[in-house]
């Protein structure tokens, strides 16, 4: 068994993979709870207990897709958070070379999903994002830093991003204004989810372009995923988040990648560590299953 791979399944290597896993350790703004950083190490060694048989879509991990981990970006502990966005760009520098292939990305903290857009794209205006989240995301600072997992999508909406933000219920003033003001913004808030729920998936349904999925495990409700920085009530459920990741999966556009971020290992596993491992798992499933055509 390689204990560095997803499911511990050999590498078929680089060149002959379908899809890539990169683990991220990015931690350098986290604003409450800490410990992103161990978040994806404790994925990918829970990955180990998850059956390679997926029982709703039908795909076997041992034969189809075939997928490599690469090496975890290296993250120096003594960085001042004032070069974050050198290190940004350094790794979309490398992300760049991993277009045409389907990304996941483990996190670490949400501030990676800008690096991971910008080296997915050449503009990322192209690119909508679907942002399952407790929090808005959209300050144009916090805690006086500009680059950070809470002004994430401000930075990147300012670059010309669609946004498709789902379970938001914690925010600031000016970021609800600028929801209500600003273009490319269409917000689902957690308390109006019911009532929109139908609206939410035709619009999802729709979706063409570029599209990349953002997923952090603090949209889920704490029931299901408490370890994370900063948890809030009245979180998605399971099968919300699945039917979310279906008809993105099932939507006519080009879905260049996702994330999963802000996940916290557990300090006594398995704790949720096999949760959010098996939530990786059903993204790369759904993706395997729009490759194979099952959608259409």
């Known amino acids: 068994m390689d204990l560095t791979q997803f499911f511990g399944i050999p590498s078929p290597g680089f060149d002959a993979a379908d899809a890539l896993i990169l683990p991220w350790p990015l931690e350098k703004t986290v604003s409450y709870g800490t410990g992103t950083h161990s978040g994806p190490g404790a994925i990918i060694e829970a990955s180990r207990q998850i059956e390679l048989f997926e029982e709703e879509t039908l795909i076997d991990f041992q034969e189809r897709p075939r997928l490599h981990t690469l090496e975890p970006i290296e993250v120096d502990a003594a ?20 277009r045409e292939r389907f990304l996941i990305t483990l996190g670490g903290e949400h501030l990676l999903t800008y690096g991971v857009v910008s080296g997915l794209v050449g503009n990322p205006a192209d690119v909508t994002i679907v942002q399952i989240d407790a929090h808005a995301d959209l300050a144009d600072e916090l805690g006086n830093h500009r680059w950070s997992h809470g002004t994430v999508m401000r930075r990147l909406w300012e670059r010309g991003c669609r946004l498709v933000q789902i379970g938001i219920r914690s925010l600031s003033r000016a970021e609800y204004e600028l929801i209500e003001s600003g273009p490319r913004i269409e917000t689902f808030f957690a308390h109006d989810l019911t009532r929109r729920w139908v609206e939410l998936l035709e619009l999802l349904a729709r979706l063409e372009g570029p599209v990349y999925l953002s997923l952090d495990v603090d949209g889920l409700d704490p029931s299901i995923v408490p370890s994370t920085g900063t948890p809030q009530p009245n979180g998605l459920s399971w099968q919300q988040v699945m039917e979310l990741i279906r008809t993105v999966a099932a939507a006519p556009c080009d879905w260049i990648g996702a994330d999963v971020v802000e996940f916290i290992a557990s300090p006594h596993p398995p704790g949720c560590d096999l949760t959010v491992a098996r939530l990786v798992t059903k993204i790369l499933a759904y993706w395997a299953l729009r490759r194979k055509g099952s959608f259409a």
């Open 79 to 98: 960085m001042p958070a004032d070069r974050l966005p050198e290190h940004l760009a350094a790794v979309a520098r490398i992300i760049a070379r991993f």
